[in-house]
């Protein structure tokens, strides 16, 4: 199975500034990469499908990029209700997995 | 109003079954593949399984492979998560999801609020 790895597990920042977030894939998954968002209590969201798409309703401050094995997630401007945890995943063959998750706190 | 509301947790042994359902409500259900995300407590996200949106393939993450089982009804817009020789590694939020594209595997646009399950003597 793909092993999916983010970075950093951990970022702590202050509203108004950028974050970016990592996921490596242990082998090519060409675009096949989402990104979700989840907050305490809550199922996830779709923020990000095939490396760049934005899901419905997702602000623009939301973009992805990235290919193969390295993608990333850029979350500028923060706002408060940004702080979360976020999950990569991808779908390029079964099983489909998760990146272990990295959590966005406010500094 | 697309809707998935997951029910069927709770307290159950190590190596009993348990069967979960996701009901499905707002959009076509023939039309979608229907997937198990669980979240064990205080951890990530782990995909469990998929039900092709005709029913006619499965897929399975290898820790349940053999000891889980989807299934669908569409007369009843649910999906199903047989779930046989339940270990203490199952304990989980079960939660349903539903694919984002038509007749196709994709990514999970919506999903329920999830129910727990506990393994547990």
Known sequence: ?107 | QVHLVESGGGVVQPGRSLRLSCAASGFSFSRYALHWVRQAPGKGLEWVAVMSYDGNNKYYTDSVKGRFTVSRDSSKNTVYLQMNSLRAEDTSVYYCARDMRENYYYYMDVWGKGTAVTVSS
Do not use: M
């Open chain 1, 1 to 107: 199975e793909i092993v999916l790895t983010q970075s950093p597990a951990t970022l702590s920042l202050s509203p108004g500034e950028r974050a970016t977030l990592s996921c490596r894939a242990s082998q090519s998954i060409s675009s096949h990469l989402a990104w979700y968002q989840q907050k305490p209590g809550q199922a996830p969201r779709l923020l990000i499908y095939e490396t760049s798409n934005r899901a419905t309703g997702i602000p623009a401050r939301f973009s992805g990029s990235g290919s193969g094995t390295d993608f990333t997630l850029t979350i500028s401007n923060l706002e408060p209700e940004d702080f979360a945890v976020y999950y990569c995943q991808h779908r390029a063959n079964w099983p489909y997995t998760f990146g272990q998750g990295a959590k966005l706190e406010i500094k």
